[in-house]
Structure formats: C-alpha cells, structure tokens
C-alpha cells in the first residue's frame, strides 16, 4: 500500500485546519460587530429617551411659563379692573357726598317753608267759609304738630301738607249737603246745609221756615227772603242726589256787589 510523503500531509492537514479556523475568527468578528451595534443601537435608544425626557421636561415647564405668564396677564387684567372699579366708586362716593350736602341745604330751607305753608293753610281755613269749621281747623292744627316731629322724615312731612292742601283744594269742587246745628237769630235751629263749592254756603231750617246764607263780607248770617225756601229746598235734594241736576236760582253774593 502506497502512503502519501508524510510533509505533503502535515500541510494538507494544516491548510484544512486554516480553512477551518478562519471561519470561526470571522464569526467571532462578526459577532462582536453585532455587539457592538447593538450596543450602540441601546445607547442610542436610551440617549433617545434621554432627549425624550428632557423635550418633555423642556414642554412641560414651557406650558408651566405660559400658565403663569397667562396667570401674570390674567392677574395684571384683574388688577386693572380693580383700580377701574374703585375709581369708579371713588366718584360715585364724591356724587353721594354732594347730594347728601345738597339734601342737607334742601332740608334747611324745605322745613320752614312747610312751616310757612302750614301756617297759610290755617288763616286761609280761618277766613275761609265757616263750613266744618271746627274738623278742618282741627286737622290744620294736627298737621303742625306732626311737621314739628323730629322722628318724621322730611318726606313724609311734605306728604301730610300735600294731602291737607289737596283736600282744601278738593272742597272747591263740590256740592255737599248734610244737617247740623245752627245758633241763628238768639236761636238753637236744627238744620240743612248746602254748600256750592267756595262759592256759597246756605242754610235751610228742618221745619222749611227760616234759610239763609253766609256773608263773607258781613262774616255773619244773613236771613233770605221766603221766596227762595223752595229754591233752596230743590237745591238740596239736588245736592242728595235724589233728584237730576238742574238749574236753580239761588241768591249770591258778588264781591263788590250785591247778593
């Protein structure tokens, strides 16, 4: 059996063993290349994260600026308001304060002057025609003692003359007829009065005998002609409205003249 020389062997053996480890050197290679990437590709990963988390942090304390940069100006806003406001009611304070200045000098003067008109209405109730003389006298009289009360406000002080005045004022318009008792002539007479208005003011006696009428000019009664008792009687059932309105020929005194 032939062998083959024994170098020429060794170097095929050698030459396999080559081909066998170069393989494994390239894969080792190859595999600490991989490493490496990978390695690379987890430190870019973090690094990635890192950056992530600081955009992140970067954002959040950008939106936290903008909150309280929103807050400063919403802040700035609302303080602006504020001082509009109290300038504001700074005038309003001023306006109040003249007004109740004013109110004060008004007072001053308003209260003598519902004094005065108090006063007025009693002479003109005095002089005026003696017709519920002693209530209307009376009511006056209350009147001046209420203007004179410290716990009644100014207001309601003008109020009460105002009524009292438009119930003077009131009289002026009207027919009014009632009975009362009358001292005429040295005599106690029962009987009817009708008044017209400010313009005349008579008297019919129950039993239909005796009238008369008020004198301004006199200030007294004056007795009139039996000829007008049935004139004066329809007058006053007139004035009852128990019968239509009508004319009547009724005696009255014109000032300056005659009745």
Partial sequence: MYWPNCKMLQGIVATVVTL?????????????????????????????QRIDESAQATQGMLEEYRKLQDGTEYQAAYTRELE???????????????????ARVTRQRIVPLMRSMADALEKFVVLDLPFHHEQRISSVLQLKQRLNQPDLSVSAKFRLLLEAYQLEQDYGGKIEAWRGPLQFAGEDLSVEYLRVGR???????????????????????ITLDADYNRGLAQALRVAKNLVAPRLLQLPMRVPGGDS
């Fill in 199 to 221: 313009a005349a003011l008579y008297f019919h006696s129950l039993d239909g005998e005796t009238s008369g009428y008020w004198d301004a000019k006199e200030d007294s009664w």
């Fill in 84 to 102: 509009e406001l109290d300038r504001a009611q700074q005038l309003q304070i001023v306006g109040l304060q003249e007004q109740i200045a004013q």
């Fill in 20 to 48: 066998l480890v170069v393989p494994e050197i390239h894969a080792a290679e190859v595999v600490d290349s991989l490493d490496v990437v990978a390695k690379t590709n987890r430190d870019a990963v973090a690094s990635q």
